[in-house]
């Protein structure tokens, strides 16, 4: 089974809009992290946000936002006030556990446009 | 910048070639991770090591091995090159094994197989 699932492939919203990107997780662990990252077509990555297992609140950076709904299991990734250099590849990452070994999953990704 | 260097950023090689990418963690960071990605697998996770210790082996390849050096660099060999081992290939570092924080990637070397 799919540890994250992205389920958009592909995404279009207009200039100074708020756009939403899905993700879903799975795991049995009662402790992991959740990540988001931006590759923009130049290829680098480049960590957005993160969010705790255990954090009570929603974790925010400036323009993005994480609405972390633990008992769904999802992990969106909220952006506000879109700009043009926001289209990029957008992937949600998960790193589980309490063991010593502590690598990412990521889903497929999804590919955001911003139209002017 | 991230702070995480990999060299070189691009190599165009052949088949049945070896390459050696390299990386440097960011300064404290002592946890080297290695990942690829290709356009049908996406991005995968194939070896991470911590102080110089293998720690953990993704989906990486028997053709492939990692080292990480008293100095934290880490490398990812490469031998018998094929087509198919063409990809992006990054390094990524975070403060210690056992963290549950973020992971910063380097920008990454390309590698293509002709």
């Known amino acids: 089974a799919q540890k994250i699932t992205q389920t958009q492939p592909g995404m279009f919203v207009q200039e100074k809009e708020a756009v939403t990107l899905d993700c879903t997780y799975d795991?049995?662990?009662?402790?992991?992290?959740l990540f988001w990252y931006k590759q923009p077509s130049s290829g680098e990555m480049i960590f957005l946000i993160y969010?705790?297992?255990?954090?009570?609140q929603n974790a925010t950076e400036g323009r993005y936002s994480l609405n972390f709904q633990k008992a769904r299991k999802s992990a969106n990734l909220v952006i506000s006030a879109s700009q043009l250099g926001d289209s990029a590849m957008y992937f949600c990452?998960?790193?589980?556990?309490?063991?010593?070994?502590?690598?990412?999953?990521f889903g497929s990704g999804t590919q955001l446009t911003v139209l002017p | 910048d991230s702070g995480v260097t990999q060299t070189p950023k691009h190599l165009i090689t052949a088949t049945g070639q070896r390459v050696t990418l390299r990386c440097s963690p960011r300064?404290?960071?002592?946890?080297v991770y290695w990942y690829q990605q290709s356009l049908d697998q996406g991005l995968q996770f194939l070896i991470q090591?911590?102080?110089?210790?293998?720690?953990a082996k993704g989906n990486i390849l028997e053709r492939f091995s990692a080292q990480q050096f008293p100095d934290l660099h880490s490398e990812l060999n490469l031998s018998s090159l094929e087509l198919g081992d063409s990809a992006l290939y990054f390094c990524?570092?975070?403060?210690?094994?056992?963290?549950?924080?973020?992971?910063?990637f380097g920008p990454g070397t390309r590698l293509t197989v002709t």
């Open positions: 990524a570092s975070s403060v210690s094994s056992g963290s549950i924080n973020e992971q910063y």
């Open positions: 795991t049995s662990d009662q402790s992991y992290g």
């Open positions: 969010q705790g297992s255990y954090d009570e």
């Open positions: 990452a998960m790193r589980e556990g309490p063991g010593s070994a502590r690598q990412l999953t």
């Open positions: 300064s404290g960071d002592l946890s």
């Open positions: 090591y911590y102080n110089g210790e293998e720690r």
